[in-house]
Structures are given as C-alpha cells and as structure tokens.
C-alpha cells in the first residue's frame, strides 16, 4: 500500500458549519465508522473549542468526548483528529495523548496570530499529538512572510504544514509558486498538505495537480469533504479525488463504500442545508473575500 499521498476527510468539521454541529450522534458514529471502512487514511472528527460538548455534536472539549464517537475497532493505517481554532481553544484543556482518541490535532490560525501561535503549537506536540499546522488564506500572505513562518515552524518539525486556499481563490500557478515555496523552506521530513474550496469550480483539479506536482517529493495531504459538503460553494468532493487516486495511482480506496456513505448519509443531510458553486461565491473568491 502506497503511503505517501494521505486523503484526509473534514465533513465532520467543515460540513458542521452548514448545521451547526449538529449531525447527531448516530450519524457521527456511523459516519466515522464507515469512513474508516473505506480507507481514508484520517477523519477530522470536529472541533476543539471552549465550548459546552452537545450530544450529536461535533464540537468537543477534549480528546475524552471523543472517545466515545470513534469506532471500537481500529484500522491500521487510519488516523483521527480534531481541528482547534488558537484563539478559540485553551490547550490546556487537552490531556495528553494515550491511544485511545484523536491522534492529531490541526492548529488554524490568523495571519495576525502567527506569532502568538507557536507556543499553542508546541503544547500539541509536547502531549504527544501530531500537529498539523493550518494558516488561514496563505494567498493573504507574502512570499516572505510565507518563509518567516516556516522558518518559525521548523523550529517545531509538525507533522504537517497546509496549504489553505480559505477563498477559493486559487489557479494552478497560484498553487505550483507557493507549494515551491514552501518545498524549498520546509523541512524535508514535514508533509504539505492541501485545503481547498471551490468558488472557482477548481477544488477538484487544482487537489488533482497538487497530487501530481508533489509525487516523489513529499509525502502530503489533501483535505476533502463527502459530496464537497462545506460552507458557501464547498470543498474538494473526496468521493472525486478518492477515484482519482484510485484509478490513476493504484490507492486502496473502497469507492462502493464511499457511495454507500452518500447514500446512507449525505443525501439525507441535502434536505437541511444546501451548498455548492454559485454566483456569489464565484465573486467572493475573485476577490478573496467572504
């Protein structure tokens, strides 16, 4: 089994702005179990924020009211984890790893958090969790400001540094400067990751050419979400880059189980919220802009 492209799958945490968390229990669980039976190789289960846990709800407090939503039997080669927002989640509410919850965490911030953020990326690590590090818009950053950072966060080796496309606002050549960019600063042991949305209608290609670009170079990862479930005109389709994958590199993926996930759940959860390409959106991503 090849190891070096991971597809990560964030419809629990990107699709819940579209419902307010509120998938309920028996679809988080299934979700997540059905997720893992595909094979992708890590589920975002959620959020970690300072907020009140609901039952059904993918916003938690710490890895202990995680527990309980992952499956009881684990599949070797697939990881779970949570994104947390710095300025949105004390870390000290997150005990330290043991093998029985999430095994990462993302770290999202604000380009004017970059700073501050490094500490709250230290602590994820130091508890013994892989630390994704996710800076918000890297099209609003500088090609100095982009090295600033990495140099930054060399210091920390994380498991994974991400390029995150927060407007859709990406073309190709947008994409091939800064993931050259980052190659050639980032430690050469760091995955790159990718995080697209599709106000262009690009999701889809541009994850395709970021798998293509970086084979042989880095090990990487590339966000998706079931259906492209996800605020405004969505995400990168994982049932899309899962077949490419499959088709094109020989990747173990199990599309008939994706499609079950679809049918079992995503066509139910059309009726309470909508998504996907609009007019709207394709301005806002003309200009980065919400």
């Known amino acids: 089994m090849k190891t070096s492209i991971q597809l990560l799958d964030c419809t629990l945490r990107d699709g819940g702005y579209l419902v307010d968390t509120m998938f309920g229990e028996t679809f988080v669980k299934g979700f997540t179990r059905s997720m893992t039976d595909a094979g992708l190789n890590v589920v975002e289960v959620g959020f970690l924020k300072d907020e009140t846990h609901r039952t059904g709800s993918t916003i938690y407090n710490n890895a202990a009211q995680i527990r309980p939503y992952l499956p009881r039997q684990r599949r070797e080669g697939v990881s779970y ?24 965490v993302r770290a999202c911030f604000f380009k004017k958090e970059r700073k501050d953020v490094l500490d709250f990326c230290r602590e994820i690590k130091r508890k013994g969790y892989k630390l994704y590090v996710q800076p918000v818009d890297i099209l609003g950053y500088t090609d100095v400001e982009i090295i600033d950072l990495i140099e930054k966060i060399n210091g920390i080796e994380p ?10 606002s990406m073309y190709v050549d947008d994409l091939e400067r800064v993931y050259s960019l980052i190659h050639h600063n980032l430690a050469p042991g760091v995955r790159v990751g990718f995080h697209s949305h599709n106000n262009l209608q690009m999701s889809n290609a541009l994850s395709q050419q970021f798998v293509r670009m970086t084979y042989g ?10 259906s492209g479930m996800g605020r405004g005109a969505g995400n990168t389709p994982t049932e899309l880059v899962a077949q490419y994958m499959t088709s094109r590199l020989g990747y173990p993926y199990d599309i008939d189980a994706i499609l079950d996930v679809i049918d079992g759940y995503m066509d139910n959860i059309r009726t309470r919220c909508s998504w996907g390409y609009t007019t709207p959106y394709f301005i806002a991503g003309c200009y980065s802009a919400h």
């Not at 870390?91 to 029985?100: F, M, R």
């Not at 170079?217 to 079931?226: A, F, N, P, S």
Request: some cysteine; hydrophobic content about 30%.
């Open 159 to 168: 498991y994974c540094f991400s390029i995150v496309d927060t407007f859709g």
């Open 217 to 226: 170079q880095r090990e990487i990862v590339v966000d998706t979400t079931l």
């Open 81 to 104: 984890v949570c994104l947390s927002d710095y300025s949105r989640y004390h870390i000290s509410n997150l005990e330290p790893y043991d093998g029985t919850s999430i095994d990462g």
